[in-house]
């Protein structure tokens, strides 16, 4: 079967820095997405990973090992904005995102 | 309008009836999608179009239809509600099916009484 695993919920400080991780198992990789969803919003787009290796974008990265089925999204200078769900998705073999169940980030002064 | 809208936003709805939920974009994605979130899972597929006028099955597709008549709308159909289906549903769209990012629409939450 396919599975997306992260922690149901974190919690961390203002101006800290948080890593976010994600392990899968799917039928096929053709890349891995996070994206953020605030409390009654649609999810927003982060990032995508499809080769190995870490990918940064202003205070969010995102890395991905293929080989360990593994992922992290890494927030740095949290600000209380960033209290959000997190949502780790994989595009399987058919080029469907497979989707993990969040983990929702609480951020406290 | 800019992006993606569904509508209604919210709706309460009888066991039994049916029920079409409203989904535009007007970014001439060619793939679109549609999702239920549920507490404590994840976003789950219902059914995916990969073009204008071609439709497939997704993780939990019973009970909903699609139709993708044009490059533009994509409604999702319940034929007879159940409670079951009580859920939050997104619309989503991309480029193409392959490596793009999903745009999604604000949601529309349902209760089937």
């Known amino acids: 079967g396919q599975n997306i695993d992260q922690p149901t919920e974190m919690t961390a400080t203002e101006g800290a820095i948080v890593q976010i991780n994600c392990t899968y198992q799917t039928s096929g990789f053709n890349g891995l997405f996070w994206y953020q969803q605030h409390a009654g919003e649609a999810p927003t787009f982060l990032s995508y990973?499809?080769l190995d290796g870490l990918e940064e974008k202003g205070r969010f990265s995102s890395f991905l090992s293929r080989s360990k089925g593994y992922s992290y999204l890494l927030l740095k200078e949290l600000q209380m904005k960033d209290s959000a769900s997190y949502l780790c998705a994989v595009q399987d073999s058919n080029y469907q995102l497979i989707w993990g169940a969040g983990t929702k980030l609480i951020i406290k002064p | 309008i800019a992006g993606i809208t569904q509508a209604p936003t919210s709706q309460i709805l009888a066991a039994g009836r049916r029920m079409t939920l409203r989904c535009t974009q007007d970014?001439?994605?060619?793939?679109m999608y549609w999702y239920r979130q549920d507490l404590g899972l994840g976003l789950r597929l219902i059914h995916y179009s990969n073009t204008a006028g071609t439709t497939g099955k997704g993780e939990v597709p019973d009970g909903y239809s699609v139709s993708r008549a044009n490059t533009d709308d994509f409604p999702l159909t319940l034929a007879s509600a159940v409670p079951s289906q009580t859920s939050v549903y997104f619309c989503?769209?991309?480029?193409?099916?392959?490596?793009?990012?999903?745009?999604f629409g604000p949601g529309t939450r349902l209760t089937v009484l």
């Open positions: 970014m001439r994605h060619n793939a």
């Open positions: 990973n499809v």
């Open positions: 989503a769209s991309s480029p193409d099916p392959i490596g793009n990012e999903q745009f």
